[in-house]
């Protein structure tokens, strides 16, 4: 059967404000069966990233990333021919839970996805029916919302590291994979 990529980075800010990416996270789902592996997991450092932005990057506030991780880390520019090979060998695609932001940054730093699948995030929006705080229809679900949606009260909190995040969205993606609402036509 299929099996697709889920890509989850972290990052020191917004692509649009400069923000550096600090984590690397992809997950292998077999849509034939629901089975999630951890395929790629590593802290990195862009060219140019300085000590004060990450100390005062959210995800550093946020997370259990360190500094020090990030400061030892290899540059992504040494890990960027295996991530790329990685993306090129799963010719039924690749998506991400808001994959604009995901897939914005890897393309602004030069990543090619040879096959982009639909954003899981964009299709749980009206399943889970979150209603907008002071408006109409429904707000785009965090990780965590849909999760509980599909999984029920499980305790669940985004860890906000590349890997085990990925890791959850998967199993949101196969949920809407077996709804047939998640489709890599």
Known sequence: MEKILIIDIETTGFLQAGGKIVEVGIVELDLANGERKIIFDEVTHEKGITKDEVENSWIIKNSDLTVEAVRTSKSLDVLKPQIQEILHSYQHGSTAFNNVFDF????????????????PMKISTNICKIPKSGGFGYKWPKVEEAFEFFFGKTGYIESH??????????AIVYELFKMGKFTIE
Do not use: I, S, T
């Open 104 to 119: 914005g940054f890897m393309e602004n730093r030069g990543f090619v996805f040879p096959k982009k699948l639909a954003c």
């Open 161 to 170: 590291r590349g890997a085990d995040d990925a890791f959850h969205e998967a």
